[in-house]
């Protein structure tokens, strides 16, 4: 078949409709559009039959068929809203090319609309409702919020201490806030987002672990962007590489095993293996640009000092202002640097930030334990300057926060197999001698032997109930 007849459509929107499901908005770019034709969505890779197909004046009205440069929406009937992604093209007439693209993976490639890219998910954090029951309302949440928005990525996870929750991944931090505040103006549901975090890559040194033999580390690898910075030795990827045809799973397991089969994806402290296993931790660094008034210059400098930066120039816009562009971590950048760089200027000063490359740094896993327990849930990676201050603050703020018990609750934090802080929760005391009054010494003494042992035993024993709320309040942003 001539390729300039094949009928090409660009998805723009998606919407979701309770009665229609999915439905598509779309520009057509080439010949023309029929229902219950054969149509195929190319980087979705699904085959549909619209049985609708309207176009907009500015009301919706039925057409028998669509021609170039209209824009109209298509009921396409997909379940899954994750099925249909913006940017994505649409052919029309598959059944007639099928052959040809079964014989050429690549050919259909080549009839896709250019400069489609997925998106790169720079910033993580985890989103729980406030209320236990919103759970599957906020699944469903997240979903429709994917239709026309694609950059939006999501997992469901659950956690011992949690119980339910969403890892999602956004482009930047104000994109975060964006989805927060979407979810409860179009939903009405109140959300907890954690501190954000970034992704590491890190490297094994055995290919013993579970995930390196059930390759489940390269299709995590395959499904993002990131082994391409593994390819390229952690440097910038190129704009050609950027839009380059994406290859398969087993694709890129066969053309580069040899680099990735020992790299693995860690997006919380959860994810990291143990010290000995590990030989090699890469974190993200990002170009950051700072216009400022010249004033301020001291303050922005004692500042950017507190954050592990790099220096790479700078430039005079004008007599009063500034521009500065550094290299720092993106993590260190994500939590508070902006608002402290904000109070630090009186507001006068702004500020962006875009990735750059990984770099190797000496990055180190911090642990809670609770009672000799790992908390899993408060496991996080820290760089080794970094480590020596935040552990006193978690220490203590858990001292505060966990409820007392009939016994002692030790709360330790540990740097790989080195514990460096440790705090006690005292136990509630019941005074056994209230009753004892004028009584014999040894009676006394039998009566707080007897305490003692019921509270050692009761430390061997027992188990520590952390209220739901605590770990909010430790992860909340």
């Keep these: 078949m001539i390729e300039n007849q094949i009928p090409k459509a660009l998805i723009f929107d998606c919407v979701y409709d309770p009665y229609k499901w999915v439905v598509a908005y779309v520009k057509v770019i080439q010949w023309t559009f029929k229902i219950w034709d054969n149509l195929y969505l190319i980087h979705s890779k699904i085959w549909l039959q619209p049985t609708e197909v309207w176009h907009f004046s500015p009301e919706y009205v039925k057409d028998p068929e669509l021609t170039k440069w209209q824009i109209w929406y298509i009921v396409t009937w997909l379940k899954s809203v994750r099925e249909a992604q913006i940017g994505d093209t649409i052919i029309g007439d598959y059944l007639k090319i099928k052959k040809t693209a079964e ?3 690549q050919y259909l490639q080549t009839l896709a609309i250019p400069w489609f ?10 989103v729980y409702p406030i209320e236990t029951t919103e759970y599957e309302k906020l699944k469903d949440s997240l979903a429709k919020l994917c239709l026309n928005d694609s950059s939006i990525e999501y997992t469901m996870e659950d956690s011992k201490a949690l119980w339910l929750w969403f ?3 956004f482009l930047w931090m104000l994109h975060m806030d964006i989805i927060k505040e979407r979810l409860f103006r179009e939903f009405g549901i109140e959300t907890i987002f954690t501190t954000p975090t970034v992704v590491y890559l890190i490297k094994s040194k055995t290919p013993a672990l579970e995930k ?3 390759w489940a580390n390269i299709a995590e690898l395959a499904k ?3 082994y391409k910075q593994i390819i390229n030795n952690f440097e910038p990827i190129n704009q050609n590489d950027n839009d380059s045809v994406e290859l398969t799973v087993w694709e890129i397991i066969e053309k580069y095993w040899e680099k990735l ?7 919380a402290g959860s994810d990291v293996p143990e010290q000995w296993i590990i030989d090699e931790i890469y974190e993200p660094i990002a170009d950051v640009e700072i216009v400022w008034p010249q004033e301020y ?3 922005i400098m004692q500042l950017c000092q507190e954050y592990r930066w790099e220096m790479k120039n700078m430039e005079h816009i004008d007599q009063t202002r500034v521009v500065w562009k550094y290299l720092m971590p993106m993590w260190e950048i994500l939590v508070d640097f902006y608002d402290r760089l904000k109070s630090a200027t009186k507001w006068y000063a702004t500020m962006n930030y875009e990735f750059r490359k990984y770099v190797k740094s000496d990055l180190v896993k911090l642990d809670i334990f609770l009672n000799n327990e790992k908390m899993e849930a408060l496991s996080m990676i820290l760089h080794k300057s970094n480590a020596v201050y935040k552990w006193r603050e978690i220490v203590q703020k858990l001292k505060e926060l966990i409820p007392r018990h009939l016994f002692v609750i030790p709360v330790q934090a540990w740097i790989w197999t080195k514990m460096i802080a440790r705090e006690n929760i005292p136990a509630m005391k019941k005074d056994v001698l209230a009753k004892c009054y004028g009584w014999d010494i040894t009676r006394k003494r039998k009566l707080l032997a007897k305490q003692k042992e019921g509270k050692k035993k009761m430390k061997t024993m027992g188990s520590v109930n952390v209220p739901w709320d605590v770990f909010i309040k430790m992860v909340s942003k």
């Design 103 to 105: 014989e050429d993976p």
């Design 297 to 299: 210059a001291w303050d």
């Design 261 to 267: 089969k020992l790299r693995i994806i860690a997006r």
């Design 212 to 214: 390196i033999k059930s």
């Design 167 to 169: 890892r999602c991944g």
């Design 224 to 226: 993002t962007w990131y």
């Design 117 to 126: 890219k997925k998106s790169k998910p720079f910033v993580y954090a985890w």
